[in-house]
Nanobody, 122 residues
């Protein structure tokens, strides 16, 4: 079984920064891609970023525009999302997800965390 635990969310002012962490426990074999998604109230879940576990190749949602950076620490089994120049529209619950099946580019991940709230005040 795989478990994902996000942390690092909170309240920040416009223009501020936050770094989210996602600690992964359980099966490491076959871990393909780790991703971050977000969901704001009344809106659909949105892809934020993804990183291949072995190669570290990064992918970002179109709205990110160099404000966010995804990274991973293989030894610590942790994925990070560094967010800067935050805007009120970035307010959402941010979820970490793990892909083992290879369908990550279809938005299909096998395991999800419980989410961490990010609130950006204006």
């Amino acid at each position: 079984q795989v478990q994902l635990v996000e942390s690092g969310g909170g309240l920040v002012q416009t223009g501020g920064s936050l770094t989210l962490s996602c600690e992964v426990s359980g099966r490491a074999s076959g871990r393909n891609v780790m991703g971050w998604f977000r969901q704001a109230p009344g809106k659909e879940r949105e892809f934020v970023a993804a990183i291949t576990w072995n190669g570290g190749n990064e992918h970002y949602g179109s709205f990110v525009k160099d404000r966010f950076t995804i990274s991973r620490d293989v030894a610590e089994n942790t994925v990070y999302l560094q967010m800067s120049n935050l805007k009120p529209e970035d307010t959402a619950i941010y979820y970490c997800a793990a892909d083992y099946s290879g369908d990550w580019n279809l938005g299909k991940y096998d395991y999800w965390g419980q989410g961490t709230q990010v609130t950006v005040s204006s």
